[in-house]
């Protein structure tokens, strides 16, 4: 079945900089695009970036433009997310996603924390 293993959160300092990373297993990686999404307590979650199956293409939310940037490796089927200039408002529970068919399938997230 499909698997997704986040890791790589923590606490860090504003303006700091963390590299989150998503192990996905049980599907055929290379032909799926995948997601970060993140949610903070008491919010909805939010979609925070997306690349395509190849990695050619990415999308981002407005508020992590220019500051976050999402990567994958097809031959080791992970999914990056390097995260810089990192803000308070940053701070939520970090999620991997991919969509097979019509099942939404999550990992189990990471915890960000930004603060002084």
Sequence with gaps: ???????????????GSLRLSCAASGFTFVNYAMRWYRQAEGKERELVAFISSGG?????????????TISRDNAKNTVSLQMNSLKPEDTAVYYCNVKTGSTVNWGQGTQVTVSS
């Design 1 to 15: 079945q499909v698997q997704l293993v986040e890791s790589g959160g923590g606490l860090v300092q504003p303006g």
């Design 56 to 68: 050619g293409f990415t999308t981002y939310a407005d508020s992590v433009k220019g500051r976050f």
